[in-house]
């Protein structure tokens, strides 16, 4: 139903007012109101044109005199030529227009516009019905039902199929008026082909875009002029991140934060959204991060585009575009950091880096190799040719099979120990290690390796091998001219060839001659060594002579070093304990020369046991004489140790033979006069008479085990594999038949080596006192586990007895300490002690927990124990099972 006040309201008022004029006008308004809504509000200038053409039309049929409507539609009529007024006034009309008789539909005039926009004669179109030109069935059916009614209608578009085939979309309106003296109706037609061409172009092209936009990896969204979100794509739905990205935008999380490529806090404004917003620019691959208080910065990528309307400056939207660079920028920051420590690494390793392309004649060596190898600091190109003729001749070979190796497809990665000329023309030790390049064929088209002066390692390697050589002769008891002659060879192998190295010893005595041991000097350099003022003793300073022709104080020398060829000296003393003079250690050369700190710091861990060989052969004389001494003190202390316990063994037999015989006595009268005189015996004799059986058979357990206890320190132990989780679980079982209602859970324990029959003692003490205190608890339950004490496995036994004040835990290990009475819980008190000596020969050390009216936890550990599970905690979070 239209609106009381609606465009169509008014054009039906007009034509109820003007009669024909009124139809004219509303003919021009249905006709101006569709193409004005298709231009839009936007489009001023047409919108103008087009309604000046409009009132120009209307004018025009303004003229026209059209009679009344019939009151009842005619029956349909051949067609008939129009007026000469009416005729003149619609052909002039320039829109397409047809009259149609009602209610067949037969046209009885076409206009120019019509017969050109029909692509057919005018004599072919009059007189056919108007639903015939209908592309579609049920458009015809449309059109009839219109007809018959006899009423108009506005903005019916039609698909009509042209005379040569062609289909075209027509925006029809109707009126019934009356034309030439019959009811007919006015159709005026607007092409509309192109707007239904554009329109299914932009329903197509919407479709495309959301099919792009679904398409899209990255996350789309749109947002208007107040950033607010319009739409997204299926990419942006999907991300859990994108209210964090909307952070300082409406809609986005609150306790959301953004920052800047550099970590630093980003204001609201600075959103590349709100920037697009502002100026009206494109951002392009601006990086941001987002993320909440306590949570990883998550670090996108941001595209912006503006969209503004025609001749607007302000956007009216943006489209942004969001990749997640997360993973890509903690992966370049991680290989930044990882070259870093490379780059440390190398320098901290004192090594630099070397590059060869196959083929190629040249490599490339990096500023801190160039800097290893002696040369000036900055990376350069060295001809291969000259990098191998710097290797040592005798590691040619092993560096020609590498290569022929690497080169042939063999291995990958390589690594060599070579010498390598140095800038200075020696040769130093170099650890050359890389990788191979290799294409799809398997050839090698690169190779990478680090090259590192490990000089000083090989150095100390051969002092290390050379302290081991000489401690291995000084430990095998090697004659001392031993020693000192390869003490000699390899200090001169550590320091040049031109090393001469000669040990001097002194005698046992100052009037004992100088014994020198020189393998590379002659023997009248030799005994002119032995009458040279050497130092001598911890106190005295190293002698250096690095040129006798120029070093005050080296007349005494210069002579026997000219005889020699030689022009250096370095004389080290050699000293013991207490600073005694043992000898020197003399060193020359040929050129020349003074030690450097590197050579001080080799040659002096040489010294040390040099004068380790030297007190060892000074002290071989007086250990003879002590091990004379000390044999017969051993002697002595065996016999004083053997006599001991000898009369600890008769003091042993004569308390379990003397104090057995009285307690047998009194224990055999107490049980007669239980049976014969009981029944005489007042209350209180019958009492007293009990406590003397109960004295004497608490006197006769108690000697037992004071004789148990002396005889665990005194009986040889023996050595055995004993796995503790039998041996547990049949004292256990043993125990349990005094004590039926309590339950004992073994947990895995171990192995261990020992006494089995002493580690059952141990056991039986600990599981009986456990039994026995928890025997007034409502279900005694006794635990054996393993747990950690102090950083080692412990064995532990735990009960939910009555416990003790920890207090008093020193105490009870004790001989004839007790917590209780022996009214309340019988005993002697020797059973702990006992099981702290058994611990105690078997490597191990007892402890105790307790808490009063809680229980106790009694572990021990042992020398060896295995446990058969890895432990889980301290004692009290070890788990337990049975």
Request: charged share 20%; hydrophobic share 45%.
């Amino acid at each position: 139903m239209l609106l009381k006040d609606s465009p169509h309201s008014r054009l039906q008022a007009a034509i109820s007012r003007g009669g024909p004029a009124g139809a004219v006008l509303a003919c021009v308004f249905a006709l101006w109101l569709p193409a004005a809504w298709w231009l839009g509000s936007d489009a001023m200038v047409p919108q103008a044109v087009w309604a000046i053409w409009c009132v120009a039309c209307a004018v025009l049929l303004h003229r026209v005199r059209l009679r009344p409507l019939a009151s009842a539609p005619a029956p349909a009529l051949p067609p008939v030529e129009a007026d000469s007024a009416d005729h003149e006034i619609v052909q002039a009309i320039p829109l397409s227009i047809c009259v149609c008789a009602l209610p067949g539909g037969e046209i009885l005039f076409a206009n120019d516009a019509m017969v050109d926009l029909a692509g057919e004669p005018r004599d072919s179109l009059l007189g056919r019905a108007l639903g015939e030109f209908c592309a579609q069935s049920h458009d015809r059916e449309r059109l009839g039902l219109a007809l018959a009614t006899g009423h108009g209608f506005d903005d019916v578009e039609l698909p009509v199929r042209r005379a040569d085939g062609n289909v075209r979309w027509l925006s029809v309106c109707g009126r019934p008026d009356e034309f030439a003296g019959r009811a007919a109706l006015f159709v005026v037609c607007h092409d509309i082909t192109v707007h239904k061409q554009a329109q299914r172009s932009l329903i197509a092209s919407e479709e495309r875009f959301r099919v792009l936009l679904g398409a899209l990896s990255e996350s789309v969204v749109l947002y208007d002029a107040q950033a607010k979100v319009l739409t997204r794509n299926r990419a942006a739905e999907a991300c859990t991140w994108l209210d964090d990205a909307h952070a300082g935008l409406p809609g986005g999380h609150a306790e959301a934060q953004l920052f800047d490529e550099q970590g630093r806090a980003l204001s609201n404004v600075r959103h590349p959204v709100m920037r697009s917003l502002t100026d009206g620019q494109p951002q392009r691959e601006v990086v941001i991060g987002t993320g909440r208080a306590g949570s990883p910065v998550r670090w996108l990528s941001v595209t912006t585009q503006p969209l503004f309307h025609a001749g607007a400056s302000r956007p009216y939207a943006v489209v942004a575009s969001y990749s997640d660079l997360t993973a890509r920028i903690r992966a370049e920051r991680a290989l930044r950091a990882s070259e870093q420590r490379y780059a440390l690494a190398l320098r901290g390793m004192n090594e630099g880096l070397a590059e060869w392309i196959n083929g190629s004649e040249e490599l490339y060596v990096s500023p801190r190799l160039s800097h290893i190898m002696g040369y000036d600091g900055g990376g350069r190109r060295m001809p291969v040719r000259d990098f191998v003729a710097g290797i040592h001749p005798a590691d040619k070979p092993g560096w020609d099979a590498m290569m022929d190796d690497l080169l042939g497809g063999g291995h990958d990665v390589f690594q060599l120990e070579v010498r390598m000329r140095h800038a200075d023309a020696s040769y130093h030790w170099f650890m050359v290690r890389g990788v191979a390049q290799r294409d799809a064929a398997g050839r090698s088209t690169r190779v990478v390796g680090t090259i590192g002066d490990i000089s000083l390692r090989k150095r100390l390697e051969q002092v290390d091998l050379a302290e081991r050589e000489l401690l291995a002769r000084i430990a095998a008891g090697a004659p001392l001219a031993d020693v000192n002659a390869r003490l000699a060879v390899l200090v001169e192998g550590l320091l040049n060839e031109d090393s001469r190295v000669a040990v001097l010893t002194c005698g046992a005595s100052a009037d004992d001659s100088v014994d020198v041991v020189a393998p590379g000097l002659s023997a009248g350099f030799r005994a002119a060594l032995a009458r040279l003022p050497l130092p001598s003793g911890a106190s005295a300073p190293p002698l250096v002579i690095a040129d006798p022709e120029g070093a005050p104080g080296a007349d005494a020398h210069r002579a026997a070093l000219a005889e020699e060829g030689l022009n250096a000296l370095w004389a080290l003393p050699l000293a013991g304990p207490g600073g005694i003079a043992l000898g020197a250690l003399v060193i020359c050369h040929r050129r020349p020369w003074r030690p450097g700190r590197s050579d001080e710091n080799l040659v002096q861990r040489l010294v040390d046991i040099a004068q380790l060989a030297l007190e060892r052969a000074r002290g071989e004389r007086q250990v003879r004489e002590l091990n004379e001494s000390l044999e017969r003190r051993v002697a002595e202390r065996t016999a004083l140790l053997e006599q001991a316990n000898n009369e600890l063994e008769a003091f042993s037999y004569s308390v379990s033979h003397d104090l057995r015989s009285p307690l047998r006595a009194i224990n055999g009268f107490a049980h007669l006069l239980t049976e014969h005189a009981a029944a005489t015996l007042d209350d209180e004799g019958r009492d007293m008479l009990q406590r003397i059986q109960r004295g004497s058979n608490r006197m006769g357990q108690l000697i037992d085990d004071i004789l148990r206890f002396s005889r665990m320190a005194r009986i040889d132990m023996t050595h055995a594999d004993v796995g503790l989780d039998k041996l547990a679980r049949s004292v256990a079982a043993e125990l349990l038949e005094q004590y039926p209602v309590a339950r004992i859970t073994v947990a895995p324990l171990g192995q261990v080596s020992g006494d089995p029959a002493m580690l059952r003692q141990v056991l039986a003490n600990l599981i009986g006192n456990a039994l026995k205190f928890s025997v007034h608890a409502e279900q005694p339950l006794i635990e054996l586990f393993v747990a950690l004490q102090d950083g080692e496995p412990a064995i532990c036994v735990r009960d939910n007895g009555v416990g003790f004040d920890p207090l008093y835990a020193d105490r009870l290990f004790g001989v004839f300490q007790r917590m209780h009475g022996a009214e309340e819980f019988p005993g002697t008190g020797v059973g702990l002690a006992i099981v702290k000596r058994i611990v105690e020969r078997h490597g191990g050390h007892v402890s105790v927990q307790a808490v009063p009216g809680k229980g106790a936890t009694f572990c021990f550990t042992l020398q060896g124990f295995v446990p058969t599970e890895p432990l889980g905690g301290a004692v009290g979070e070890t788990r337990t099972g049975t």
